[in-house]
């Protein structure tokens, strides 16, 4: 694997399952692999999870890991080609990028979407420009429009907990105070579309996701009838994904808010979310308290997947 950003660079998930439950058996089982090699960890955007669990990924597997906060301590960077550069930014991504594949073999990157320019946003400039000029595999950390590392860490989960081979995962927007990107249910709706699940989509009007991530997954306005008989539900907040409204908020309907209400017209259904999560906005501490919470069993097994990920990305040097 030369790169890791959707769920096509994984190949048959039933392999990646497989070796994912090998590893989770023993995490270092491939601590030979990294043998002095280095990762480089980019950060354009804050993050509990996806630092501590790729940096834990990169040690199991042996590998030196060095951290970069982009907005602490770094030059303010430019990513625009072209511009005069007589602002406050004092170094180009295009000198940054190579720069930072001197010192490391594998580099991941974390850069959300902007809501400058839709198109910026959906041809993944930033991450683009790391695959094109870094020389180096790289794999994305929640860029723009995904965040592949967090749905194979939930598509893990699921094949932990199934209860039937086929079940049924709804999908279901919740309300939040403020914009957020679209990578996380975008990247959810590409893996559920590709594993093998009855997969339900549920948002307000307005919050249809990109068709491309969408694929042929089921959309249902109405919340409680998508909830009904669900093995599954995956609560997330996204901003408005397309139109002229592109990553605002237009709805704050606390009625979407995944309460006991709709967890009681499911299947006993299990609570998921990638984290972190603003309870009783999201989620009701009821629920996420409840034990068909599996929001720590998720961020337990980003270690996992990101493993898996490494160990690819390392086979391939
Ligand atoms: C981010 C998002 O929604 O994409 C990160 C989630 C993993 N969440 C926030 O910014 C709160
Ligand atoms: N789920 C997730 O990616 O969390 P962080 O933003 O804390 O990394």
């Not at 704050?252 to 995944?258: A, G, L, S």
Request: hydrophobic share 40%; charged share 25%; aromatic share 10%.
């Amino acid at each position: 694997m030369k790169k890791f950003t959707c769920v096509q660079d994984i190949g048959d998930l039933h392999t990646a399952l497989q070796e994912a439950f090998e590893i989770k058996k023993d995490h270092f089982k491939y601590q030979h692999l990294g043998h002095n090699k280095t990762l480089m960890l980019v950060f354009f955007n804050s993050s509990l999870r996806t630092r501590l669990s790729t940096q834990k990924a990169g040690l199991n597997l042996g590998m030196n890991v060095i951290v970069l906060d982009i907005n602490q301590g770094a030059w303010k960077l430019e990513t625009e080609r072209g511009v005069i550069m007589d602002g406050d930014k004092s170094e180009h991504l295009l000198e940054a990028i190579p720069v930072m594949g001197c010192y490391c073999d594998l580099i991941g990157v974390r850069s959300f979407a902007r809501f400058e320019n839709r198109d910026d946003d959906y041809n993944e400039v930033i991450l683009q420009q790391f695959i094109q000029h870094s020389g180096r595999p790289v794999f994305s950390m929640e860029a723009a429009t995904g965040h592949p590392l967090q749905s194979f860490a939930d598509l893990i989960t699921i094949e932990e907990y199934k209860r039937t081979p086929r079940p049924k995962v709804v999908m279901s927007w919740a309300p939040h105070p403020k914009a957020l990107p679209q990578a996380v249910p975008n990247s959810f709706a590409e893996w559920m579309n590709a594993a093998d699940v009855d997969f339900v989509i549920t948002h307000p009007e307005g919050y249809e996701l990109d068709p491309k991530f969408v694929g042929n997954a089921r959309v249902e306005y109405d919340q409680m009838k998508a909830f009904e008989g669900a093995d599954f539900v995956y609560a997330k907040n996204w901003s408005v994904a397309q139109g002229e409204n592109y990553g605002k908020v237009i709805n704050k309907d606390r009625n979407w808010t995944v309460s006991s209400r709709q967890m009681a017209v499911t299947n006993n259904a299990f609570f998921m979310h990638c984290l972190p999560v603003r309870r009783n906005m999201i989620v009701t501490d009821e629920v996420i308290e409840s034990p068909n919470s599996l929001v720590i069993p998720e961020a337990a097994n980003r270690e996992i997947s990101a493993t898996v990920v490494l160990k690819r990305l390392l086979e391939s040097l």
